[in-house]
């Protein structure tokens, strides 16, 4: 029908037959025939629940109360209410013009229209009506979550603090909107969850009596991400190193960053878990002061371990050497069945490598040589010693074994 209407040949073929009806309605009498149009007294046309259009200041109010729509009656002549029926493009409107106001609150304004056909009479009904208008104000608000059915995450996941991103919306309104506003809640099922949440939700507004607000945010979406892990602990970083620094150089310095990482698995797992081992560094390599990155080695039975890498960061100075005699030897092992040979030495002299600042920090009681009797082993025997200290200082003893006799 929308076609036909905007067709220029069906406008022009309905224009003949109107003038045509139109010729026959003055000159029935004289053509002795009646009209092709029935009698009709002048009776209006009702536009019922006709829209009502208000025109404000949207950027500075908010309009929170008119009437919607308002009843329109037109009165003309037969044919040009007929007409006015059959035009489905109208551009017709009736409307109140607010844009003026400069205060918020109730106003009366007085109904106009405009686009009818000149023709046309046209009343509107009721002819002043009243709106209500508030000034929009911005606001920020934080945004909490609100986790739902925790209950059905295993036993064996970790539930984190949910990160919200942004942190706060802004909502722009009238004034008693915004003091409604008393939570600003995303809700996130956890139902069947088995992995971490990462996604989009609708932020929702309630009043202090917990009913929900019809208000519009920007943005009127959140990302939440809601962390859900294996059981997991921190653990320190143990480094491995493989041979032996070039001749004449000794580590100043040593950061490794992070120091700590973290391990996950299932509870018994993690709990034997004391330390995590790099992978081992080749110090025969390292003849200047540097970074290395290197991986960490994952250990049995854990899912996985954060971060896998990390960054050894160290200084290298010339080596330096200082000499402690007389250090007492320890036996470890077996306190109960063994002595000192008597002809065997109970002490033993030790020369310690490393930087000057290092040796200047070193005391002798951090300096432990002991030789280990916790085997099955009857009268004398000779065993190793061996000597322990601070990290990266190396010890050289002038006698490398003692002899132990173990009694019945």
Do not use: C
């Amino acid at each position: 029908m929308d076609k036909m209407l905007n067709s220029i040949w069906f406008v022009r073929i309905l224009a003949f037959f109107i003038a045509l009806m139109l010729f026959f309605m003055v000159n029935q009498n004289t053509i002795g025939s009646p009209s092709l149009l029935p009698d009709a007294p002048n009776a209006p046309y009702v536009l019922e629940d006709e829209p009502l259009v208000v025109i404000y200041d949207e950027e500075r109010f908010e309009l929170v109360e008119e009437p919607g729509t308002v009843d329109v009656e037109l009165r003309g002549s037969q044919v040009s209410l007929s007409l006015f029926q059959i035009t489905s493009n109208r551009s017709t409107e009736v409307f109140v013009d607010a844009s003026e106001i400069e205060e918020e609150g109730r106003h009366q304004l007085a109904v106009s229209h405009r686009n009818f056909p000149s023709d046309l009479s046209v009343t509107v009904e009721p002819q002043v009506v009243s709106i209500t208008l508030r000034e929009r104000q911005t606001a920020s608000f934080p945004v909490e979550v609100q986790l739902e059915n925790e209950d059905d995450i295993g036993e064996d996941r970790s539930l984190g603090t949910p990160i919200v991103s942004p942190l706060n919306v802004n909502v722009t309104a009238n004034r008693e909107t915004i003091q409604a506003i008393e939570d600003v809640l995303v809700y996130v099922d956890l139902t069947d969850a088995t992995e971490s949440i990462e996604d989009e939700y609708p932020v929702h507004f309630y009043n202090e009596n917990g009913h929900q607000l019809d208000v519009q945010s920007e943005p009127q979406f959140v990302t939440v991400t809601v962390p859900l892990t294996s059981p997991n602990k921190l653990v320190p970083i143990k480094i491995i190193r493989e041979g032996e620094l070039p001749d004449g150089l000794s580590f100043e310095d040593v950061t490794v960053y992070p120091n700590e990482v973290t391990v996950y698995g299932s509870s018994d797992d993690i709990e034997a878990v004391d330390f995590v081992e790099s992978e081992p560094i080749d110090l025969n390599e390292l003849n200047e002061s540097g970074e290395l990155t290197i991986g960490l080695e994952v250990p049995d039975d854990v899912e996985r371990i954060d971060p896998e890498e990390v960054t050894v960061a160290f200084t290298l100075a010339e080596e330096e050497e200082m000499a402690f005699e007389s250090l007492p030897i320890v036996i470890t092992g077996n306190d109960s069945n063994v002595t000192f040979d008597t002809e065997a030495e109970t002490t033993v002299n030790v020369t310690a490598f490393g930087s000057q600042s290092r040796l200047e920090e070193l005391m002798e009681n951090e300096i432990r040589v002991s030789v280990d009797a916790s085997g099955s082993y009857e009268g004398e025997q000779t065993l190793p010693l061996s000597v322990t200290g601070p990290s990266y200082i190396r010890f050289e003893l002038d006698n490398d074994e003692t002899v132990l006799r173990f009694n019945e």
